[in-house]
Antibody, heavy 117, light 115 residues
């Protein structure tokens, strides 16, 4: 069965960077894009960008341009999202999700990133 | 004005039907868009319910009951998620999603309460 398993919670200081991983299984990793979203406590979902595991091509939401980097390791079927220059407003649960036909189907369990001084 | 607007909340009784709307901003025609719907319960990731483009192009999520269905209302310029025979387990937040101008856009979300 399709599974996306994310890395554990992180606490970072303002100005630092965080990297979240998303290990996939149950399907061919290079056949579907990986999307990253986030959700602050009590708020809605916000799309951050996408990555093609086959080519490595990426597309980032304008809000995160210059601050987010999405990469992958095809030897371990794992996608990564790095967000730099963190501020308190980046405190949120971050999700990865498999892309299908202009949407997403399977989601990771989420990774809480807390930015605290 | 948000690209996708959803009512903040909706309440209904068990067994009733609930119609959730996802209204596209004026100037963006719902016709060509594939609309995705997700259900999210506290502490859990969103769950893919279905996608709807037209009656001939739609997909139900894996294991999603048929009482969840999608449609479009062209006159209202909106995507619709219909939940028939509401159950207590349907109490959750619901989000719509489209791909628009090279980016994914989520709706503002609707909190469904089953009274």
């Amino acid at each position: 069965q399709v599974q996306l398993v994310q890395s554990g919670a992180e606490t970072k200081k303002p100005g630092a960077s965080v990297m979240v991983s998303c290990k996939t299984s149950g399907y061919t990793f290079t056949s579907n894009d990986i999307n990253w979203m986030r959700q602050a406590t009590g708020q809605g979902l916000e799309w951050m960008g996408w990555m093609s595991p086959r080519s490595g091509y990426t597309g980032y939401a304008q809000k995160f341009q210059g601050r987010v980097t999405m990469t992958r390791d095809t030897s371990t079927d794992t996608a990564y999202m790095e967000l730099s220059n963190l501020t308190f407003d980046d405190t949120a649960v971050y999700f990865c999700a498999r892309g299908i036909n202009r949407g997403c189907d399977f989601w990771g369990q989420g990774t809480l990133v807390t930015v605290s001084s | 004005q948000a690209v996708l607007t959803q009512p903040a909340s909706l309440s209904a009784s068990p067994g009733a039907s609930a119609s959730l709307t996802c209204t596209l901003r004026s100037g963006i025609n719902v016709g060509p868009y594939i609309i995705y719907w997700y259900q999210q319960k506290p502490g859990s990731p969103p769950r893919f319910l279905l996608r709807y483009q037209s009656d001939s192009d739609k997909q139900q999520g894996s294991g999603v009951p048929s009482r969840f269905s999608g449609s479009k209302d062209a006159s209202a310029n909106a995507g619709i998620l219909l939940i028939s025979g509401l159950q207590s387990e349907d109490e959750a937040d619901y989000y719509c999603l489209i791909w628009h101008n090279g980016a994914y856009v989520f709706g503002t979300g609707t909190k469904v309460t089953v009274l």
